[in-house]
Structures are given as C-alpha cells and as structure tokens.
C-alpha cells in the first residue's frame, strides 16, 4: 500500500511537471506576441508556415526571385524547321487534343540566350544599349569564323514533362552559342542585369510546346516518340534581339520588339 501510495505521488509529481511546463511554453508564446504587439505586428508562427507552403504548392515566389518579362534571342525563319515543327505539332495534337494549347505558334519560334526583369522604361533603355554593345561583340566572334554561323536542330529533348523541344546539335555551330550566349551574359551582366526567374544550367533549344500556362497537360514521351530522332533543318545567326514576354505580339503574331540588331546591318 505504502508503494502504491508512495507512486501515486510520483505520477501527482510528473502530471504537475508536465503542467508547469505546458505553462512556461505558453508563458513564450504569449511572450512573443506580446513583443511582437509592441512592434505592431502579432505572430503566429504556425498560421506563417501553413500560408507559406500553401503559397509554394500554389507556385508562389519569394521575395527575392524575380520573375523574367524580357528576353534576348535568336529568330528562327527557316521555311523549313516550321514545316516540319507543324507536321510534330500536328501528331501530338492527334495523340493528345489536350496538347493543343501547349503548342508553340509557328510565328514565334527563337532560340533564347537570356532571361531578364526590365522594371521601367529606363531599364528598357538601358537593356537597348547593352544589346547593341553585345551584338557588337559577337559579331566580332562570327567575322573570325571562316563560315556563317549556322544552328542545325536534330532530335526532340524535354524538360520533364513541360517543355518539348527541337534539340540542337552538338557540333561546332552548337559550341559557338554558348559563346555568343556568354557574350550577352557578361555584357548585360555590365550593365546591372542579371538573369532572371527559376536558374538552370544554359541548355540552348526551339520549343515546341510547354504547358506553363496549362499545367494540367502533361507532355508525356508516348505524344512524340516516333519524332525523337527527326531533323528540323538549320537556321543561320543573324543577329540578336530584345523582345517583350508580356507586351502585345507584333503585328506579325511574333513578341513584342523592345530592339533587334542585324549582324548585316552592324557592318555598314
């Protein structure tokens, strides 16, 4: 009896401890919001934590990423890579009629060299001059070349099941872009721009589609296998330009052109 009344104290001792320290956590809590009132903000930790996840599941930023609105590239003309980028496009919109609004119009196909965030129009005009100071520079690199520069795309490649595109060719063509490509880096890197949005390794590629603004697609491999070995032609390097990802396309349904420069043009 003595032990079974000497272990109820102790158990009285534990449930007593358990209380004093259940009310020196809400002694912090209360404490916190207290300091916090007293900087006019109340804090709720956990109500914090669950907005945020809820924020990233909804594909929110934070508040150190920048998202881009501009971009410097290479237009692809050729009558050829879009005659065939229609016949891939037209298949994998019979597989997947859901595909269809993933798919890359025709009129705007390029080859991006950089992502930037132009905040105002002084940006904008600081951005003109950067490109024309980097054209320059890359002509430079192409007048040395013993022929034109010119961009040959064999195969499809993906990243994941977002973006399909028309893969470029690993050749010396292929190493010249990523010099032309560094070349636009260092100069608007010069001039205070740096890239911009989600960072990835410079993976030089012509988009067939993306599902960026329809993520229930999913660009599945079995829409385009029987085109992963195709050849899309080539596109010669003519020059470079700085387009608009949200102003309204041009005229001719291409992007928006805040500056272009013709390699040609430059010489005279």
């Keep these: ?17 358990d209380v004093r320290s259940e009310d ?16 006019g903000v109340k804090v709720n930790r956990s109500k914090q934590n669950r907005k945020w996840k809820e ?51 025709l009129e705007k196909l390029h080859v991006t060299l950089m992502v930037v965030n132009l905040r105002d129009k002084e940006q904008i005009e600081i951005a003109k001059a950067a490109l024309h100071e980097a054209a320059m520079e890359a002509l430079q690199v192409l007048r040395v070349l ?26 010396e063509a292929a190493k010249r872009l990523l010099q032309l490509a560094g070349i636009v ?7 205070g721009f ?8 410079f993976s030089p590629h012509l988009t067939i589609a993306k599902t960026r603004h329809t993520p229930r697609v999913k660009l599945t491999p079995e829409i385009y296998a029987e085109f992963l070995d195709t050849g899309f ?26 500056q272009s420069y013709a390699f040609a043009g430059l010489l005279k």
């Design 185 to 191: 880096a260092t100069v608007f890197g010069k001039y």
């Design 1 to 17: 009896s003595e032990d079974v009344r000497s272990e109820d104290v102790r158990s009285e001792d534990v449930r007593s401890e």
């Design 55 to 105: 924020g990233m599941r909804k594909g929110m930023k934070r508040k150190d990423t920048v998202a881009p609105n501009a971009f410097v590239s290479i237009r692809v003309r050729s009558s050829t890579i879009r005659m065939k980028m229609e016949e891939v496009q037209a298949a994998m919109g019979a597989k997947e009629p859901k595909v269809a609004a993933s798919l890359v119009p």
């Design 24 to 39: 020196v956590r809400s002694e912090d809590v209360r404490s916190e919001e207290v300091g916090s009132e007293k900087m």
């Design 194 to 201: 740096q890239s911009a949005g989600k960072q990835r390794a």
């Design 146 to 171: 013993e022929e034109p520069l010119v961009l040959q795309f064999q195969g499809l490649g993906s990243f994941g099941e977002q973006v399909v595109y028309a893969a470029l060719k690993d050749d």
């Design 233 to 258: 032609g080539n596109e010669p390097v003519v020059g470079l330009e700085l387009l608009s990802m949200t102003l309204p396309a041009d005229k001719d349904g291409y992007y928006h052109s805040f």
